[in-house]
T-cell receptor
Framework: DTGVSQDPRHKITKRGQNVTFRCDPI?????LYWYRQTLGQGPEFLTY????????KSRLLSDRFSAERPKGSFSTLEIQRTEQGDSAMYLC???????????????FGEGSRLTVL | AQSVAQPEDQVNVAEGNPLTVKCTYS??????LFWYVQYPNRGLQFLLK??????LVKGSYGFEAEFNKSQTSFHLKKPSALVSDSALYFC????????????FGKGTRLSVIA
Protein backbone atom coordinates (compact mmCIF):
# COMPACT_ATOMS: atom_id res chain seq x y z
CA ASP A 1 0.00 0.00 0.00
CA THR A 2 1.56 3.28 -1.05
CA GLY A 3 -1.02 5.62 0.49
CA VAL A 4 -0.92 7.61 3.72
CA SER A 5 -1.18 5.34 6.74
CA GLN A 6 -2.15 6.29 10.28
CA ASP A 7 -1.86 4.37 13.51
CA PRO A 8 -3.78 3.61 15.62
CA ARG A 9 -7.12 3.86 13.83
CA HIS A 10 -8.98 4.08 17.11
CA LYS A 11 -7.86 5.13 20.57
CA ILE A 12 -9.95 5.26 23.73
CA THR A 13 -8.32 6.89 26.70
CA LYS A 14 -9.19 8.39 30.04
CA ARG A 15 -9.06 12.10 30.65
CA GLY A 16 -5.60 13.20 31.72
CA GLN A 17 -3.71 10.49 29.85
CA ASN A 18 -1.26 11.15 27.04
CA VAL A 19 -1.79 9.77 23.53
CA THR A 20 0.39 9.66 20.45
CA PHE A 21 -0.62 9.19 16.83
CA ARG A 22 1.68 8.24 14.01
CA CYS A 23 1.42 9.12 10.32
CA ASP A 24 3.43 7.63 7.47
CA PRO A 25 3.04 9.80 4.36
CA ILE A 26 3.40 8.83 0.72
CA UNK A 27 7.12 8.27 0.41
CA UNK A 28 8.02 10.94 -2.13
CA UNK A 29 5.85 13.64 -0.54
CA UNK A 30 7.75 16.41 1.22
CA UNK A 31 4.78 18.04 2.94
CA LEU A 32 2.81 16.53 5.80
CA TYR A 33 -0.29 18.00 7.40
CA TRP A 34 -2.35 17.31 10.51
CA TYR A 35 -6.03 18.19 10.61
CA ARG A 36 -8.72 17.61 13.23
CA GLN A 37 -12.30 16.77 12.37
CA THR A 38 -15.20 16.76 14.81
CA LEU A 39 -18.70 15.49 14.11
CA GLY A 40 -20.56 17.67 11.65
CA GLN A 41 -17.55 19.79 10.83
CA GLY A 42 -15.00 19.94 8.09
CA PRO A 43 -11.33 19.23 8.76
CA GLU A 44 -9.61 22.01 10.70
CA PHE A 45 -5.93 22.68 10.07
CA LEU A 46 -3.57 22.02 12.97
CA THR A 47 -0.03 22.11 11.62
CA TYR A 48 2.17 21.20 8.69
CA UNK A 49 5.75 20.24 7.90
CA UNK A 50 7.91 20.64 4.88
CA UNK A 51 10.50 17.90 5.22
CA UNK A 52 11.44 18.05 8.92
CA UNK A 53 10.63 21.74 9.43
CA UNK A 54 7.33 22.64 11.09
CA UNK A 55 6.28 25.66 9.04
CA UNK A 56 2.94 26.63 10.50
CA LYS A 57 0.84 25.93 13.56
CA SER A 58 -2.80 26.83 14.02
CA ARG A 59 -3.95 28.58 17.16
CA LEU A 60 -6.07 25.46 17.67
CA LEU A 61 -2.84 23.68 18.59
CA SER A 62 -2.66 24.33 22.33
CA ASP A 63 0.45 23.77 24.44
CA ARG A 64 -0.76 20.25 25.16
CA PHE A 65 -0.31 19.33 21.50
CA SER A 66 3.07 18.68 19.91
CA ALA A 67 3.95 17.37 16.50
CA GLU A 68 7.26 16.16 15.15
CA ARG A 69 8.67 14.91 11.89
CA PRO A 70 12.23 14.16 12.95
CA LYS A 71 13.68 12.74 9.75
CA GLY A 72 11.32 14.27 7.25
CA SER A 73 9.46 11.01 6.81
CA PHE A 74 6.88 9.83 9.37
CA SER A 75 5.29 12.22 11.85
CA THR A 76 3.87 11.92 15.35
CA LEU A 77 1.17 13.99 17.02
CA GLU A 78 1.15 13.83 20.81
CA ILE A 79 -1.62 15.12 23.03
CA GLN A 80 -0.73 15.48 26.69
CA ARG A 81 -3.25 15.50 29.55
CA THR A 82 -6.14 14.74 27.24
CA GLU A 83 -9.49 16.44 27.77
CA GLN A 84 -12.93 15.35 26.61
CA GLY A 85 -12.91 18.18 24.09
CA ASP A 86 -9.97 16.51 22.36
CA SER A 87 -12.26 13.73 21.16
CA ALA A 88 -12.14 13.92 17.37
CA MET A 89 -10.81 12.30 14.24
CA TYR A 90 -7.19 13.28 13.65
CA LEU A 91 -6.39 13.27 9.95
CA CYS A 92 -2.96 13.21 8.38
CA UNK A 93 -2.33 14.21 4.78
CA UNK A 94 0.70 14.53 2.56
CA UNK A 95 1.52 16.31 -0.67
CA UNK A 96 4.23 17.52 -2.95
CA UNK A 97 4.83 21.24 -2.58
CA UNK A 98 2.81 23.18 -5.14
CA UNK A 99 4.84 24.82 -7.83
CA UNK A 100 7.30 22.00 -8.01
CA UNK A 101 6.53 18.62 -9.45
CA UNK A 102 3.28 18.53 -7.51
CA UNK A 103 0.11 20.54 -7.84
CA UNK A 104 -0.53 20.65 -4.13
CA UNK A 105 -3.54 18.42 -3.61
CA UNK A 106 -3.55 16.60 -0.31
CA UNK A 107 -3.76 12.84 0.01
CA PHE A 108 -5.39 11.84 3.28
CA GLY A 109 -4.99 8.84 5.51
CA GLU A 110 -7.94 7.00 7.06
CA GLY A 111 -7.64 9.00 10.27
CA SER A 112 -7.13 8.20 13.95
CA ARG A 113 -10.29 8.47 16.01
CA LEU A 114 -9.72 9.58 19.60
CA THR A 115 -12.32 9.12 22.32
CA VAL A 116 -11.54 10.67 25.69
CA LEU A 117 -13.69 9.34 28.53
CA ALA B 1 -8.10 35.07 5.40
CA GLN B 2 -9.53 32.20 3.41
CA SER B 3 -12.96 30.71 3.95
CA VAL B 4 -15.41 28.33 2.35
CA ALA B 5 -19.18 28.25 2.68
CA GLN B 6 -21.27 25.21 1.89
CA PRO B 7 -24.78 26.56 2.40
CA GLU B 8 -26.57 23.20 2.44
CA ASP B 9 -26.00 20.71 5.24
CA GLN B 10 -27.92 18.05 3.32
CA VAL B 11 -28.84 17.48 -0.32
CA ASN B 12 -31.32 14.78 -1.31
CA VAL B 13 -31.67 13.64 -4.90
CA ALA B 14 -33.31 10.73 -6.66
CA GLU B 15 -31.09 8.21 -8.41
CA GLY B 16 -30.64 9.13 -12.06
CA ASN B 17 -31.34 12.82 -11.50
CA PRO B 18 -28.67 15.51 -11.79
CA LEU B 19 -27.08 16.70 -8.58
CA THR B 20 -25.47 19.97 -7.49
CA VAL B 21 -23.57 20.59 -4.26
CA LYS B 22 -22.91 24.28 -3.71
CA CYS B 23 -19.70 26.00 -2.59
CA THR B 24 -18.68 29.63 -2.35
CA TYR B 25 -15.28 30.82 -1.27
CA SER B 26 -13.36 33.85 -0.12
CA UNK B 27 -9.63 34.23 -0.70
CA UNK B 28 -7.23 37.06 -1.44
CA UNK B 29 -5.67 36.59 -4.83
CA UNK B 30 -6.31 33.71 -7.19
CA UNK B 31 -7.91 30.63 -5.67
CA UNK B 32 -6.89 27.02 -5.78
CA LEU B 33 -10.11 25.02 -5.29
CA PHE B 34 -10.80 21.40 -4.44
CA TRP B 35 -13.60 18.94 -3.82
CA TYR B 36 -13.13 15.94 -1.56
CA VAL B 37 -15.52 13.11 -0.64
CA GLN B 38 -15.67 11.24 2.65
CA TYR B 39 -17.36 7.90 3.24
CA PRO B 40 -18.30 6.80 6.80
CA ASN B 41 -15.29 6.27 9.09
CA ARG B 42 -12.88 6.92 6.24
CA GLY B 43 -10.44 9.63 5.29
CA LEU B 44 -11.04 12.18 2.57
CA GLN B 45 -10.67 11.22 -1.07
CA PHE B 46 -9.69 13.77 -3.71
CA LEU B 47 -12.32 14.30 -6.45
CA LEU B 48 -11.12 17.24 -8.50
CA LYS B 49 -9.33 20.58 -8.44
CA UNK B 50 -9.27 23.92 -10.22
CA UNK B 51 -6.06 25.86 -10.69
CA UNK B 52 -6.36 27.90 -13.88
CA UNK B 53 -7.78 27.46 -17.36
CA UNK B 54 -11.12 26.00 -18.33
CA UNK B 55 -13.82 26.90 -15.83
CA LEU B 56 -15.39 23.44 -16.09
CA VAL B 57 -13.25 20.85 -14.37
CA LYS B 58 -13.84 17.11 -14.71
CA GLY B 59 -12.91 14.72 -11.95
CA SER B 60 -13.33 11.22 -10.62
CA TYR B 61 -16.51 9.11 -10.73
CA GLY B 62 -18.22 11.36 -13.30
CA PHE B 63 -18.17 14.47 -11.12
CA GLU B 64 -17.42 17.91 -12.48
CA ALA B 65 -17.27 21.38 -11.01
CA GLU B 66 -17.76 24.83 -12.47
CA PHE B 67 -15.58 27.72 -11.38
CA ASN B 68 -17.32 31.10 -11.47
CA LYS B 69 -14.99 33.94 -10.55
CA SER B 70 -17.62 36.70 -10.49
CA GLN B 71 -19.82 34.70 -8.10
CA THR B 72 -16.83 33.22 -6.22
CA SER B 73 -18.42 29.81 -6.54
CA PHE B 74 -17.22 26.31 -7.30
CA HIS B 75 -20.30 24.09 -7.40
CA LEU B 76 -19.96 20.33 -7.72
CA LYS B 77 -22.18 18.63 -10.29
CA LYS B 78 -22.99 15.24 -11.72
CA PRO B 79 -25.43 14.62 -14.58
CA SER B 80 -26.90 11.40 -13.17
CA ALA B 81 -26.64 10.50 -9.48
CA LEU B 82 -25.96 6.99 -8.18
CA VAL B 83 -26.92 5.58 -4.78
CA SER B 84 -23.21 4.92 -4.25
CA ASP B 85 -22.56 8.69 -4.48
CA SER B 86 -24.17 9.08 -1.05
CA ALA B 87 -21.42 10.52 1.16
CA LEU B 88 -20.10 13.70 2.75
CA TYR B 89 -18.63 16.24 0.32
CA PHE B 90 -16.16 18.95 1.24
CA CYS B 91 -15.11 22.00 -0.72
CA UNK B 92 -11.69 23.48 0.07
CA UNK B 93 -9.71 26.55 -0.95
CA UNK B 94 -6.24 27.97 -0.63
CA UNK B 95 -4.41 30.86 -2.20
CA UNK B 96 -2.70 29.90 -5.42
CA UNK B 97 0.51 31.61 -4.33
CA UNK B 98 2.30 31.10 -1.06
CA UNK B 99 2.25 28.20 1.36
CA UNK B 100 -1.12 28.56 3.03
CA UNK B 101 -2.84 25.30 4.01
CA UNK B 102 -6.16 24.15 2.62
CA UNK B 103 -9.25 25.53 4.35
CA PHE B 104 -12.31 23.27 4.26
CA GLY B 105 -16.01 23.94 4.38
CA LYS B 106 -18.30 22.25 6.89
CA GLY B 107 -19.39 19.67 4.37
CA THR B 108 -22.61 18.72 2.64
CA ARG B 109 -24.18 15.32 3.12
CA LEU B 110 -25.47 13.96 -0.17
CA SER B 111 -28.18 11.33 -0.03
CA VAL B 112 -29.15 9.63 -3.28
CA ILE B 113 -32.43 7.77 -3.01
CA ALA B 114 -33.21 4.77 -5.18
Amino acid sequence: DTGVSQDPRHKITKRGQNVTFRCDPISEHNRLYWYRQTLGQGPEFLTYFQNEAQLEKSRLLSDRFSAERPKGSFSTLEIQRTEQGDSAMYLCASSLAAGGRGTGELFFGEGSRLTVL
Amino acid sequence: AQSVAQPEDQVNVAEGNPLTVKCTYSVSGNPYLFWYVQYPNRGLQFLLKYITGDNLVKGSYGFEAEFNKSQTSFHLKKPSALVSDSALYFCAVRRLSGNTPLVFGKGTRLSVIA
